[in-house]
């Protein structure tokens, strides 16, 4: 069992920075993959970046690339996404998620452990 607690989600205008963090309880943390999915007002929940176990392999989706980046602290027990150059359109509750095994994928329902999520605001 992982239970994973998001953080950092705010309100802030277009073109600023936000980092979530995720912190995933159990000492078998650096057995998993983990991803950063969101949900929009009114849409489906979607991918937006992952990350292997040993965190050498990333995957994102084409709106964020370049923007945002993902990455992990296994002495921490923690993943990262750094999200730069917002848009309004980034506004969604995020969501981290575990995956047991190293290799990252795109689609949630490989995902076997979901935080609650957290709230990110892009507005002017």
């Known amino acids: 069992q992982v239970q994973l607690v998001e953080s950092g989600g705010r309100s802030v205008q277009p073109g600023d920075s936000l980092r979530l963090s995720c912190v995933g309880s159990?000492?078998?943390?650096?057995?998993?993959?983990m991803g950063w999915f969101r949900q929009a007002p009114g849409k489906e929940r979607e991918f937006v970046a992952s990350?292997?176990?040993?965190?050498?392999?990333?995957l994102y989706e084409e709106s964020v690339k370049g923007r945002f980046t993902i990455s992990r602290d296994n002495a921490k027990n923690s993943v990262y996404l750094q999200m730069n150059r917002l848009k309004s359109e980034d506004t969604a509750v995020y969501y981290c998620?575990?995956?047991?095994?190293?290799?990252?994928?795109?689609?949630?329902?490989?995902?076997?452990?979901w935080g609650q999520g957290t709230q990110v605001t892009v507005s002017s």
């Open positions: 998620a575990a995956r047991k095994g190293n290799y990252p994928t795109t689609t949630q329902h490989t995902y076997d452990y």
């Open positions: 159990g000492p078998t943390f650096t057995q998993y993959a």
């Open positions: 990350i292997s176990a040993r965190g050498d392999v990333t």
